[in-house]
């Protein structure tokens, strides 16, 4: 293909991925009210807990109710159609791969879009725990009257960052399989992988106990096992492939990558 060809592939491309963000997005604006209630849940528990209204969302001034449910339209429509905007990215740069290379990268797509989403699910599951623990700190007789805005988009990165945490098996298989990160160095740094999974589980839940730290922990942890482990099983199979491929190799040669 001619180079202006490929920008008229890429054209295509984002204009179906376009479209179907926007059509998706009508499904965001119509069910705004029930997805708000979703999100606000937490915040009305804890009203209702205190028995009061000093514990609320607000909005700042009177464009941002339509800024928000606009918002919301948007994200819901991103979120529906992300597999047919991420499937465009892949079929725009799965012609310049090899046979091989093709396979590697559809099989780490398929298993990061179900890892993602498990991490964002898991968010959504703690996030009213975080939230009523987060207000509990309001001192009774002092009203707590968050941002709207700034209350969506802290709900939106707690997904964001869980569901970014458990792709992090994928990356480090990765990483092994073009040879940067061997599994044998995965299997003894594991107490410095557990000490970072644990300070970041603290910090996205600052729960007094640590049970719901180590609820949040646990999963990522088992997901770094199963990486080490899948990195052994890879290098053993590449290894039989390739016997003594480091044989003859003088001491100042470099080893293959792959």
Same mark, same amino acid.
């Given at each position: 293909?001619?180079?202006?060809?490929?920008?008229?592939?890429?054209?295509?491309?984002?204009?179906?991925?376009?479209?179907?963000?926007?059509?998706?997005?009508?499904?965001?604006?119509?069910?705004?009210?029930?997805?708000?209630?979703?999100?606000?849940?937490?915040?009305?528990?804890?009203?209702?807990?205190?028995?009061?209204?000093?514990?609320?969302?607000?909005?700042?001034?009177?464009?941002?109710?339509?800024?928000?449910?606009?918002?919301?339209?948007?994200?819901?429509?991103?979120?529906?159609?992300?597999?047919?905007?991420?499937?465009?990215?892949?079929?725009?740069?799965?012609?310049?791969?090899?046979?091989?290379?093709?396979?590697?990268?559809?099989?780490?797509?398929?298993?990061?879009?179900?890892?993602?989403?498990?991490?964002?699910?898991?968010?959504?599951?703690?996030?009213?725990?975080?939230?009523?623990?987060?207000?509990?700190? +309001? @001192? =009774?007789?002092? %009203?707590?009257?968050?941002? #709207?805005?700034?209350?969506?988009?802290?709900? !939106? /990165?707690?997904?964001?960052?869980?569901?970014?945490?458990?792709?992090?098996?994928?990356?480090?298989?990765?990483?092994?399989?073009?040879?940067?990160?061997?599994?044998?160095?995965?299997?003894?740094?594991?107490?410095?992988?557990?000490?970072?999974?644990?300070?970041?589980?603290?910090?996205? +839940? @600052? =729960?007094?106990? %640590?049970?719901?730290?180590? #609820?949040?922990?646990?999963?990522?942890?088992? !997901? /770094?096992?199963?990486?080490?482990?899948?990195?052994?099983?890879?290098?053993?199979?590449?290894?039989?492939?390739?016997?003594?491929?480091?044989?003859?190799?003088?001491?100042?040669?470099?080893?293959?990558?792959?």
């Amino acid at each position: 293909m001619s180079l202006g060809d490929h920008f008229r592939e890429l054209r295509n491309r984002l204009t179906v991925s376009v479209l179907a963000i926007g059509v998706l997005s009508v499904v965001g604006w119509y069910w705004y009210d029930e997805i708000i209630s979703v999100v606000t849940a937490p915040i009305d528990a804890v009203a209702a807990e205190r028995g009061d209204e000093a514990v609320s969302l607000r909005f700042q001034n009177i464009t941002e109710p339509f800024a928000m449910q606009l918002r919301v339209a948007i994200f819901s429509g991103i979120l529906l159609a992300s597999p047919i905007w991420l499937w465009n990215i892949w079929g725009f740069l799965l012609p310049g791969l090899t046979r091989s290379e093709k396979k590697i990268a559809l099989s780490y797509f398929f298993i990061s879009i179900p890892l993602f989403f498990a991490g964002a699910a898991l968010a959504a599951f703690t996030f009213p725990r975080l939230v009523a623990i987060l207000l509990g700190f +309001t @001192p =009774d007789g002092i %009203a707590n009257l968050p941002g #709207a805005s700034e209350f969506l988009t802290l709900w !939106l /990165y707690f997904m964001l960052a869980f569901g970014l945490a458990f792709l992090l098996p994928v990356v480090l298989v990765a990483l092994n399989q073009i040879g940067i990160l061997s599994a044998r160095l995965m299997l003894r740094s594991w107490r410095v992988v557990l000490f970072g999974i644990l300070v970041f589980s603290a910090f996205m +839940t @600052p =729960d007094p106990s %640590a049970w719901t730290m180590l #609820a949040m922990a646990s999963p990522v942890f088992a !997901l /770094y096992w199963c990486a080490v482990g899948v990195a052994f099983l890879m290098e053993r199979r590449r290894e039989k492939k390739n016997p003594g491929r480091y044989a003859g190799l003088s001491p100042d040669e470099a080893t293959p990558l792959t």
